[in-house]
T-cell receptor, first 117, second 113 residues
Framework: AQSVSQHNHHVILSEAASLELGCNYS??????LFWYVQYPGQHLQLLLK??????LVKGIKGFEAEFIKSKFSFNLRKPSVQWSDTAEYFC???????????????FGKGTKLSVKP | NAGVTQTPKFQVLKTGQSMTLQCAQD?????MSWYRQDPGMGLRLIHY???????DQGEVPNGYNVSRSTTEDFPLRLLSAAPSQTSVYFC????????????FGDGTRLSIL
């Protein structure tokens, strides 16, 4: 079965530090990839997504992610984090044509990011 | 404002009770879905719908029913509540299932005693 792994459970950074959150998935076919963010007490918001084309995807709030097919990875990056980036980040994968369930988005367990001012 | 509206925001039930979580969107999105969020588990898909009259099961469908009689509404029914269903429930919508959920509701925090 397909799965999504987020390597870090909790990341603590100081403001202005660079961020990279890991995400790996297990599925050999075509995938759509997503990163979502959940600020404390709020619902999820879509940060960015990859369907096809340029493997470097830019999203909102200065975030970007790179799809590396050979590594089954879709890591999230930000050059300089701010205190307001404190949130939980979720990677998600939609394995196309997997069991015919196009709507079956699989989420990772999330990475909590704490940014110290 | 356009978006996904969930009601109620909080609910406490006793084991064995039934209830319906409401979800409505006004963006004319075809794809709607229900997730539950549990600590350390991320989000898990319960049921989803790709249009009125069409629903399908997700990863954790047991104990839940859905229906989609209109494009706007996608209620989630708990048939006989169990403590294992204590969770935060999110409804989401999108113009296409391939696009993934684009808009989430504010969530329903449900406790089963």
């Amino acid at each position: 079965a397909q799965s999504v792994s987020q390597h870090n459970h909790h990341v603590i950074l100081s403001e202005a530090a660079s961020l990279e959150l890991g995400c790996n998935y297990s599925y050999g076919g075509t995938v759509n990839l997503f990163w979502y963010v959940q600020y404390p007490g709020q619902h999820l918001q879509l940060l960015l997504k990859y369907f096809s084309g340029d493997p470097l995807v830019k999203g909102i709030k200065g975030f970007e992610a790179e799809f590396i097919k050979s590594k089954f990875s879709f890591n999230l990056r930000k050059p300089s984090v701010q205190w307001s980036d404190t949130a939980e980040y979720f990677c998600a994968v939609n394995a196309m044509n997997y069991g015919g369930s196009q709507g079956n988005l699989i989420f990772g367990k999330g990475t909590k990011l704490s940014v110290k001012p | 404002n356009a978006g996904v509206t969930q009601t109620p925001k909080f609910q406490v039930l006793k084991t064995g009770q039934s209830m319906t979580l409401q979800c409505a969107q006004d963006m004319n999105h075809e794809y709607m879905s229900w997730y539950r969020q549990d600590p350390g588990m991320g989000l898990r898909l319960i049921h989803y719908s790709v249009g009125a009259g069409i629903t399908d099961q997700g990863e954790v469908p047991n104990g839940y029913n859905v229906s989609r009689s209109t494009t706007e509404d996608f209620p989630l029914r708990l048939l006989s509540a169990a403590p294992s269903q204590t969770s935060v429930y999110f409804c989401a919508s999108s113009y296409s299932p391939r696009a993934g959920p684009q808009h989430f509701g504010d969530g329903t925090r449900l406790s089963i005693l």
